[in-house]
């Protein structure tokens, strides 16, 4: 059951802040956080296992709602650099399988 | 400490053909997975490969398989290719096996089918 993510699409000027979301209908276990620019590979941000936790470095941050099933990735006064495809990938049962969403692209425009 | 390494980069074969591509994850990590992305279904699981066996496979059919050696490489081979097969093929490299594991993708390998 692949997660839902939004918005799909983002546009902000360099310095605003953006919320992209990642829901699952299923029991999560984990939720990994990727940004991916075009033409390279997805880059790993960070991890969250299922116990509601959050995590961040520098402005980039991410919280896991286990009751709710749904991770939260902010990025606070955002950079040109920031521009990319964020995906989340969830892992259920405890297995090593990770089932991406559709992605959210963000563009920061300077 | 060097990353992912995946060869070759780019690919071009005809239907019907057969091709490898390969893994090489980064040093002391001994899980491999492999990941197929596309436009239209974008990143789909394929297999997960830890200490040479294979741990969980995606739905995919068997013209896809892979295999891992004893130094953590993996290749990964398709079959009988089809036009529908044109990808990139990303490889992720864990240090350990099981959920809640950090994952680092290669650059992949663009396989165009013609």
């Known amino acids: 059951q692949q997660p839902v993510q939004s918005p799909q699409a983002v546009i902000l000027r360099e310095g605003e802040d953006a919320v992209i979301n990642c829901s699952s209908s299923?029991?999560?276990?984990?939720v990994h956080w990727y940004r991916q620019k075009h033409g390279e590979a997805p880059v790993f941000l960070m991890i969250?296992?299922?116990?509601?936790e959050q995590k961040g470095h520098d402005k980039i941050s991410a919280s896991f709602n286990e009751k709710k099933q749904q991770s939260s990735l902010y990025l606070t006064a955002s950079q040109l650099s920031y521009s990319g495809t964020y995906f989340c990938?969830?892992?259920?049962?405890?297995?090593?399988?990770?089932?991406f969403g559709q992605g959210t692209r963000l563009t920061i425009n300077p | 400490k060097a990353g992912v390494t995946q060869t070759p980069r780019y690919l071009i074969k005809t239907r019907g053909q057969q091709v490898t591509l390969s893994c090489s994850p980064i040093?002391?990590?001994?899980?491999v997975s492999w990941y197929q992305q596309t436009p239209g279904q974008g990143l789909q699981f394929l297999f997960e490969?830890?200490?040479?066996?294979?741990?969980n496979k995606g739905n995919f059919p068997g013209r896809f398989s892979g295999r891992q050696f004893s130094n953590s490489r993996s290749e990964m081979n398709v079959s009988t290719l089809e036009l529908g097969d044109s990808a990139l093929y990303l490889c992720?490299?864990?240090?350990?096996?099981?959920?809640?594991?950090?994952?680092?993708f290669g650059q992949g390998t663009r396989l165009t089918v013609v």
């Open positions: 992720a490299s864990s240090l350990r096996q099981g959920a809640g594991t950090e994952a680092f």
């Open positions: 299923k029991a999560l276990y984990s």
């Open positions: 969250l296992l299922k116990g509601g």
């Open positions: 990938g969830t892992e259920y049962n405890g297995a090593q399988k990770l089932v």
């Open positions: 040093s002391g990590h001994r899980s």
């Open positions: 490969y830890f200490s040479e066996t294979q741990r």
